[in-house]
Protein backbone atom coordinates (compact mmCIF):
# COMPACT_ATOMS: atom_id res chain seq x y z
CA UNK A 1 0.00 0.00 0.00
CA UNK A 2 1.61 3.38 -1.16
CA UNK A 3 2.39 5.71 2.09
CA UNK A 4 0.42 8.61 3.17
CA UNK A 5 3.37 10.76 2.57
CA UNK A 6 6.86 10.30 1.17
CA UNK A 7 8.86 8.60 3.36
CA UNK A 8 12.22 8.26 1.38
CA UNK A 9 14.52 4.78 1.69
CA UNK A 10 13.63 3.50 5.12
CA UNK A 11 16.13 0.86 4.95
CA UNK A 12 18.93 3.16 3.97
CA UNK A 13 17.65 6.34 6.61
CA UNK A 14 16.24 4.74 9.70
CA UNK A 15 13.98 6.76 12.12
CA UNK A 16 15.90 8.13 15.32
CA UNK A 17 13.54 8.02 18.36
CA UNK A 18 14.52 11.04 19.89
CA UNK A 19 13.80 13.11 16.75
CA UNK A 20 10.70 11.44 16.49
CA UNK A 21 9.93 12.49 20.06
CA UNK A 22 11.29 16.20 19.46
CA UNK A 23 8.74 16.77 16.55
CA UNK A 24 5.76 15.66 18.60
CA UNK A 25 6.65 17.65 21.61
CA UNK A 26 7.41 20.54 18.90
CA UNK A 27 4.33 20.15 17.24
CA UNK A 28 2.62 20.28 20.67
CA UNK A 29 3.91 23.25 21.59
CA UNK A 30 4.27 25.36 18.77
CA UNK A 31 7.48 25.88 19.68
CA UNK A 32 11.23 24.74 18.81
CA UNK A 33 12.80 25.93 21.18
CA UNK A 34 10.97 25.11 24.28
CA UNK A 35 10.54 21.49 23.17
CA UNK A 36 14.21 21.54 22.68
CA UNK A 37 15.24 22.59 26.05
CA UNK A 38 12.70 19.56 27.44
CA UNK A 39 15.32 17.40 25.58
CA UNK A 40 18.33 19.03 26.68
CA UNK A 41 18.66 20.51 23.00
CA UNK A 42 19.92 24.12 22.25
CA UNK A 43 17.16 25.71 19.83
CA UNK A 44 20.01 25.17 17.11
CA UNK A 45 20.34 21.52 17.68
CA UNK A 46 16.91 20.93 18.20
CA UNK A 47 16.27 22.36 14.92
CA UNK A 48 18.77 20.71 12.99
CA UNK A 49 17.51 17.27 14.18
CA UNK A 50 14.05 18.25 13.03
CA UNK A 51 15.36 19.24 9.59
CA UNK A 52 17.39 15.84 9.60
CA UNK A 53 14.00 14.29 10.41
CA UNK A 54 12.48 16.02 7.35
CA UNK A 55 15.51 14.95 4.82
CA UNK A 56 14.93 11.65 5.70
CA UNK A 57 11.02 11.70 5.53
CA UNK A 58 11.45 13.53 2.34
CA UNK A 59 8.53 15.52 3.71
CA UNK A 60 8.23 19.27 5.28
CA UNK A 61 6.49 18.47 8.80
CA UNK A 62 6.73 21.86 10.05
CA UNK A 63 6.36 25.56 8.80
CA UNK A 64 8.73 28.13 10.76
CA UNK A 65 8.16 31.46 10.66
CA UNK A 66 10.30 34.15 12.93
CA UNK A 67 7.77 33.87 15.41
CA UNK A 68 5.93 30.68 15.31
CA UNK A 69 5.81 27.26 13.54
CA UNK A 70 2.65 25.16 12.64
CA UNK A 71 2.43 21.91 11.40
CA UNK A 72 2.26 20.70 7.82
CA UNK A 73 -0.90 18.67 6.44
CA UNK A 74 2.39 15.90 6.14
CA UNK A 75 3.33 16.81 9.32
CA UNK A 76 0.02 16.22 10.98
CA UNK A 77 -0.49 12.42 9.20
CA UNK A 78 3.37 12.07 10.22
CA UNK A 79 2.60 12.54 13.71
CA UNK A 80 -0.39 10.41 14.03
CA UNK A 81 1.61 7.73 13.00
CA UNK A 82 4.98 8.56 15.45
CA UNK A 83 2.81 8.96 18.57
CA UNK A 84 1.57 5.43 18.07
CA UNK A 85 5.06 4.41 17.38
CA UNK A 86 6.49 6.29 20.94
CA UNK A 87 3.41 4.63 22.85
CA UNK A 88 5.04 1.18 21.23
CA UNK A 89 8.89 1.68 22.05
CA UNK A 90 7.94 2.71 25.61
CA UNK A 91 5.99 -0.32 25.57
CA UNK A 92 8.91 -2.21 24.28
CA UNK A 93 11.53 -0.22 26.43
CA UNK A 94 8.87 -1.07 29.82
CA UNK A 95 8.61 -4.95 28.95
CA UNK A 96 12.11 -5.17 29.31
CA UNK A 97 12.18 -3.79 32.45
CA UNK A 98 9.61 -6.52 34.01
CA UNK A 99 11.74 -8.92 32.13
CA UNK A 100 14.83 -7.72 34.47
CA UNK A 101 13.17 -7.28 37.01
CA UNK A 102 11.63 -10.48 37.30
CA UNK A 103 11.97 -13.87 35.77
CA UNK A 104 9.32 -13.95 32.80
CA UNK A 105 9.03 -15.41 29.35
CA UNK A 106 9.90 -18.78 27.68
CA UNK A 107 13.05 -21.20 29.13
CA UNK A 108 14.60 -23.74 26.57
CA UNK A 109 16.11 -25.97 28.34
CA UNK A 110 17.84 -28.81 27.22
CA UNK A 111 19.84 -31.84 29.62
CA UNK A 112 20.38 -35.76 29.49
CA UNK A 113 16.99 -37.63 29.41
CA UNK A 114 18.27 -39.97 32.30
CA UNK A 115 19.26 -37.13 34.37
CA UNK A 116 16.05 -35.08 33.29
CA UNK A 117 13.51 -37.98 33.91
CA UNK A 118 15.01 -38.75 37.43
CA UNK A 119 16.04 -35.23 38.73
CA UNK A 120 14.81 -32.81 36.87
CA UNK A 121 11.11 -33.07 35.65
CA UNK A 122 9.94 -33.81 38.89
CA UNK A 123 10.97 -30.56 40.29
CA UNK A 124 9.75 -27.95 37.25
CA UNK A 125 5.88 -27.92 38.55
CA UNK A 126 7.20 -26.44 41.48
CA UNK A 127 10.29 -23.95 39.72
CA UNK A 128 6.85 -22.99 37.47
CA UNK A 129 4.96 -22.76 40.82
CA UNK A 130 7.32 -20.14 42.39
CA UNK A 131 7.83 -18.14 39.25
CA UNK A 132 4.10 -17.98 37.74
CA UNK A 133 6.06 -15.63 34.56
CA UNK A 134 7.77 -18.62 33.14
CA UNK A 135 6.56 -21.62 31.04
CA UNK A 136 9.33 -24.06 30.42
CA UNK A 137 10.43 -25.84 27.01
CA UNK A 138 12.14 -29.30 28.06
CA UNK A 139 14.39 -31.24 25.38
CA UNK A 140 15.61 -34.50 26.88
CA UNK A 141 18.70 -35.89 24.45
CA UNK A 142 21.15 -37.30 24.73
CA UNK A 143 23.18 -35.74 21.89
CA UNK A 144 25.00 -32.45 23.02
CA UNK A 145 23.01 -29.62 21.44
CA UNK A 146 24.54 -26.48 19.86
CA UNK A 147 22.76 -23.67 22.01
CA UNK A 148 22.91 -21.17 20.01
CA UNK A 149 22.05 -22.50 16.86
CA UNK A 150 19.23 -24.29 18.54
CA UNK A 151 17.76 -21.01 20.62
CA UNK A 152 18.67 -23.16 23.48
CA UNK A 153 18.45 -21.10 27.00
CA UNK A 154 20.18 -23.04 29.18
CA UNK A 155 21.84 -26.75 28.79
CA UNK A 156 22.72 -29.36 31.73
CA UNK A 157 25.35 -31.38 31.09
CA UNK A 158 27.51 -33.77 32.69
CA UNK A 159 31.26 -34.41 32.51
CA UNK A 160 34.21 -32.20 31.37
CA UNK A 161 33.69 -28.99 29.67
CA UNK A 162 34.61 -29.00 25.75
CA UNK A 163 33.38 -25.74 24.77
CA UNK A 164 34.90 -22.86 26.15
CA UNK A 165 33.02 -20.35 24.91
CA UNK A 166 30.11 -21.11 26.43
CA UNK A 167 29.61 -20.08 30.64
CA UNK A 168 29.42 -22.62 32.68
CA UNK A 169 28.30 -22.95 36.52
CA UNK A 170 28.37 -26.07 38.74
CA UNK A 171 25.17 -27.18 39.75
CA UNK A 172 26.13 -30.36 42.01
CA UNK A 173 28.92 -33.20 41.83
CA UNK A 174 28.67 -36.03 40.16
CA UNK A 175 29.88 -39.01 41.90
CA UNK A 176 30.69 -42.00 40.01
CA UNK A 177 31.04 -46.10 41.24
CA UNK A 178 32.23 -49.20 39.80
CA UNK A 179 28.83 -51.40 40.76
CA UNK A 180 27.20 -54.49 40.10
CA UNK A 181 24.96 -57.13 41.59
CA UNK A 182 25.63 -58.97 44.98
CA UNK A 183 24.66 -61.81 42.89
CA UNK A 184 27.21 -61.36 40.02
CA UNK A 185 30.00 -61.00 42.33
CA UNK A 186 28.84 -64.33 44.03
CA UNK A 187 29.25 -66.41 40.86
CA UNK A 188 32.15 -64.32 39.34
CA UNK A 189 34.27 -63.07 42.07
CA UNK A 190 34.91 -59.51 43.65
CA UNK A 191 37.76 -57.81 41.88
CA UNK A 192 40.39 -56.71 44.64
CA UNK A 193 42.37 -54.34 42.25
CA UNK A 194 41.45 -52.24 38.73
CA UNK A 195 43.38 -54.41 36.98
CA UNK A 196 41.66 -57.61 37.93
CA UNK A 197 38.45 -55.93 35.83
CA UNK A 198 40.18 -57.33 32.45
CA UNK A 199 38.53 -60.92 33.71
CA UNK A 200 35.14 -59.46 34.27
CA UNK A 201 32.03 -58.88 31.30
CA UNK A 202 32.13 -54.99 31.89
CA UNK A 203 29.11 -52.99 30.57
CA UNK A 204 30.29 -50.07 28.19
CA UNK A 205 28.93 -46.79 27.77
CA UNK A 206 29.35 -45.79 23.95
CA UNK A 207 33.37 -45.59 23.70
CA UNK A 208 34.12 -45.49 27.11
CA UNK A 209 36.51 -48.61 27.42
CA UNK A 210 39.39 -47.13 28.96
CA UNK A 211 38.84 -46.80 33.21
CA UNK A 212 41.30 -44.84 34.85
CA UNK A 213 42.19 -45.04 38.31
CA UNK A 214 44.08 -43.69 41.09
CA UNK A 215 46.62 -46.15 42.61
CA UNK A 216 49.32 -45.51 45.52
CA UNK A 217 51.73 -45.84 42.35
CA UNK A 218 49.48 -43.05 40.01
CA UNK A 219 47.07 -43.14 37.88
CA UNK A 220 46.44 -46.48 35.64
CA UNK A 221 44.40 -47.09 32.79
CA UNK A 222 42.54 -50.29 32.54
CA UNK A 223 40.89 -51.60 29.04
CA UNK A 224 37.63 -53.05 29.94
CA UNK A 225 36.00 -55.17 27.71
CA UNK A 226 32.57 -56.89 27.19
CA UNK A 227 29.47 -58.02 25.35
CA UNK A 228 27.08 -54.91 26.24
CA UNK A 229 27.88 -51.73 24.99
CA UNK A 230 25.16 -49.20 24.65
CA UNK A 231 24.83 -45.37 24.60
CA UNK A 232 21.99 -45.02 26.95
CA UNK A 233 22.54 -45.20 30.52
CA UNK A 234 19.84 -46.53 31.82
CA UNK A 235 20.18 -49.81 29.90
CA UNK A 236 23.64 -49.91 31.75
CA UNK A 237 21.80 -49.73 35.17
CA UNK A 238 18.70 -52.09 33.67
CA UNK A 239 22.08 -54.77 32.80
CA UNK A 240 24.30 -54.05 36.36
CA UNK A 241 20.54 -54.79 37.89
CA UNK A 242 19.49 -57.91 36.25
CA UNK A 243 23.47 -59.57 37.57
CA UNK A 244 25.53 -58.84 34.27
CA UNK A 245 28.11 -57.40 34.72
CA UNK A 246 30.43 -54.26 36.47
CA UNK A 247 29.89 -51.37 35.53
CA UNK A 248 30.62 -47.33 35.93
CA UNK A 249 27.62 -45.53 37.02
CA UNK A 250 26.72 -41.93 38.20
CA UNK A 251 25.49 -42.17 41.64
CA UNK A 252 22.38 -40.08 40.59
CA UNK A 253 21.71 -42.95 38.27
CA UNK A 254 21.92 -46.14 40.82
CA UNK A 255 21.32 -44.54 44.18
CA UNK A 256 18.27 -46.45 44.95
CA UNK A 257 19.88 -49.40 44.23
CA UNK A 258 22.51 -48.90 45.82
CA UNK A 259 20.48 -47.85 49.30
CA UNK A 260 18.52 -51.04 49.05
CA UNK A 261 21.16 -53.20 48.35
CA UNK A 262 20.33 -54.06 45.14
CA UNK A 263 23.92 -52.70 43.72
CA UNK A 264 27.03 -52.89 45.51
CA UNK A 265 30.49 -50.65 44.72
CA UNK A 266 33.38 -52.14 43.83
CA UNK A 267 37.51 -50.94 44.21
CA UNK A 268 35.88 -47.93 46.40
CA UNK A 269 39.53 -47.95 47.73
CA UNK A 270 40.77 -46.56 44.08
CA UNK A 271 39.20 -43.49 43.30
CA UNK A 272 38.50 -42.61 39.42
CA UNK A 273 41.14 -40.89 37.85
CA UNK A 274 38.46 -38.21 36.43
CA UNK A 275 36.56 -35.88 38.19
CA UNK A 276 33.39 -34.41 37.11
CA UNK A 277 30.23 -32.63 37.38
CA UNK A 278 27.10 -31.86 36.41
CA UNK A 279 26.82 -28.30 35.41
CA UNK A 280 24.24 -25.35 33.93
CA UNK A 281 25.82 -24.34 30.42
CA UNK A 282 24.20 -20.97 29.18
CA UNK A 283 25.64 -18.94 26.43
CA UNK A 284 26.99 -15.90 27.30
CA UNK A 285 27.09 -14.07 30.55
CA UNK A 286 26.53 -10.58 29.20
CA UNK A 287 22.97 -9.92 29.63
CA UNK A 288 21.58 -13.42 31.31
CA UNK A 289 17.81 -13.18 31.41
CA UNK A 290 16.58 -13.74 35.46
CA UNK A 291 14.63 -16.78 33.67
CA UNK A 292 17.72 -18.41 33.27
CA UNK A 293 19.50 -17.99 36.50
CA UNK A 294 16.45 -18.46 38.62
CA UNK A 295 16.30 -21.84 37.23
CA UNK A 296 20.15 -22.29 37.43
CA UNK A 297 19.58 -21.01 41.25
CA UNK A 298 16.46 -23.20 42.14
CA UNK A 299 18.02 -26.63 40.82
CA UNK A 300 21.17 -25.70 42.74
CA UNK A 301 19.53 -25.48 45.88
CA UNK A 302 17.56 -28.12 44.95
CA UNK A 303 20.10 -30.25 44.60
CA UNK A 304 22.21 -29.07 47.55
CA UNK A 305 25.97 -29.96 48.01
CA UNK A 306 26.72 -32.83 48.59
CA UNK A 307 23.26 -33.86 46.47
CA UNK A 308 20.94 -35.58 48.30
CA UNK A 309 20.85 -38.55 46.21
CA UNK A 310 24.50 -39.45 47.79
CA UNK A 311 23.06 -38.37 51.33
CA UNK A 312 22.95 -42.09 52.58
CA UNK A 313 25.49 -44.13 52.15
CA UNK A 314 26.51 -46.65 49.61
CA UNK A 315 26.07 -49.99 50.05
CA UNK A 316 29.99 -51.46 49.55
CA UNK A 317 31.40 -54.62 48.66
CA UNK A 318 34.34 -55.40 50.90
Same mark, same amino acid.
Given at each position: ????F??? /? &? ?5 ? *?? +??? %??? #??? =? ?38 R ?18 L ?12 A ?34 V ?13 V???? /? &? ?5 ? *?? +??? %?V? #??? =? ?8 S ?53 V ?15 T ?7 H ?6 V ?29 ? /? ?21
Amino acid at each position: MASEFPVG /D &LSRDRLD *LL +DVA %LFV #RAA =ALANVSSAGREFGLSAAAASARLAGLERTLGARLLHRTTRRISVTQEGEVFAQHARQLLDSAEAARASVGRALAEPFGRLRVTMPSSLGRQHVSPLIPAFLRQYPGVSVDLRLTDQVVDLVDAGI /D &LAIRIGA *LK +DST %LVA #RKL =ASNRRVLCASPAYLEAHGTPRHPADLAQHECVILADQRDWGFVTPTGVIDVRVSGRLVTDNGEVIRDALAAGFGIGLKSTWSVAPLLHSGELVTVLDDYPLAETVAIWAVYPSRVFVPPKTLALV /DFLAAQFGEPPYWDAEPARVMR
